[in-house]
């Protein structure tokens, strides 16, 4: 019960003591400038934001403080222990960082792989000459992955969840037929408190101790569990990041999310079993950072080949293709969802979106439509409140290539190929 109240107590100082809130404030921001952009692009593209910017902002930060809580208690739990000495923080800085470089990278299990690399070639250098100025990190590999396996399965759980919402709805345009599809950018803020083992007698004596019952730790470590029991341990809070930055045109976004999701979550249990591998197993300390490196790069190129060659599920055959949805609209209040077709508008077949258009400008404040859900269900749904300051509310996929050209490439810079486009097509006004 002692490690649940530190660990609480140590999240609640990250909440409110002015320097780590200060640190909140501030990725809170450069999330919400995002956010703000993500909003102003459905917009452009739909007419009106399916998502708040400051919605989508406190969400990050709500989901993510609980995220961090469940992650913190996790590890001080089992005893993920780190020494005064080491730079663990750099993990975390590094993830924040590479969400304004390329936010592939900006992955706990990329930046700990990477810096659990660099830390064995730069002790295996100060081995081999001697000097130990090359042994800057420090860092404890088995330590190190045991926290990014805890963080993999959070993050997993929280994709799964909410990795769909602020989705940004996007056309590519594959031998002459257009695609419909979305991209995927979900991050949360989450502040991790963890196990520092304390050396410095001046620092011991500014830090509250915490207590350890007889069966802590759970895990295995590097360093004895008798030397644990006994060394002055007290909790750090760290800020970082978890989420997720993808594209789909083959799946639907919960499936993609939770396709992702799931991943996380066995790539964080295989990596927990092999860190603990690693206390005793020279060989698989060594390997086991590039291994959880392999497996991020591996599953990005993979879910990229999946995209590229996989079947298109935002196409329009027969019917118009609905790719969203706005919220409040006439097409909401009837029940119309992402992936179904519209076939028919008051018995008038739907071939093309100026035959849409035409039977919505003739007035009728009643309508009904024929659509084909995406499971292949045929079903008739009726609107009697179609005024003419009402929107039907819909994204649908054009069978051609539209006038207004809003094709995206499909490649890493895809959001930023977008925000060309709509910039480019506001300039032309």
Known sequence: MDILVFTLKSAAYALTEPYWAFQLAVMAYILHRKNVKTAAIQKMIMGQSVDRAFVLTISQVV????????????????????DEGSVVDLIFLATILFLFYNPRFASIAYTGAVMCILSLVLGYAAASTGQQAWNILKLDVPAVMTMVSVILLVEGILIILDGKRGSVPVFTNREGKVMGGFILQRYWIVPVSMFFMLHDPA???????????QWWPLIRSTTPADVLQNALVVLIPLYGLMGFNSITFTRNR??????????????????FALAQTAVDNTFIRVILPALALAAHEGWVQLDRRRELNGKAKYVSTNGMMVLEVLPESAAAEMGIRSGDTLM???????????????????????????????NGKL?????GKMFKDKQLGLLLVPQ?????????????????????KIKGKENDK
């Open 254 to 271: 919960q499936r993609k999310a939770a396709e992702t999701g799931a991943f996380k979550i066995a790539c964080g249990i295989a990596l």
């Open 379 to 383: 079903e008739q749904l009726n609107y």
């Open 344 to 374: 028919k508008i008051n018995d008038s077949s739907i071939e093309n979106e100026k035959m849409l258009t035409e039977a919505l400008q003739q007035g009728p404040s009643f309508i009904w439509l024929s659509i084909k859900r995406e």
């Open 400 to 420: 051609g290539v539209p006038e207004n050209n809003m094709i995206i490439n499909f490649d890493d810079n895809i959001l930023s190929r977008t925000i060309d």
């Open 63 to 82: 989901i993510g403080i609980f995220a961090g809580l469940a992650a913190s208690v996790i590890m001080s739990y089992l005893g993920v222990v780190f």
């Open 203 to 213: 620092l011991a004596a500014s830090q509250a101790s915490v207590p350890m019952p």
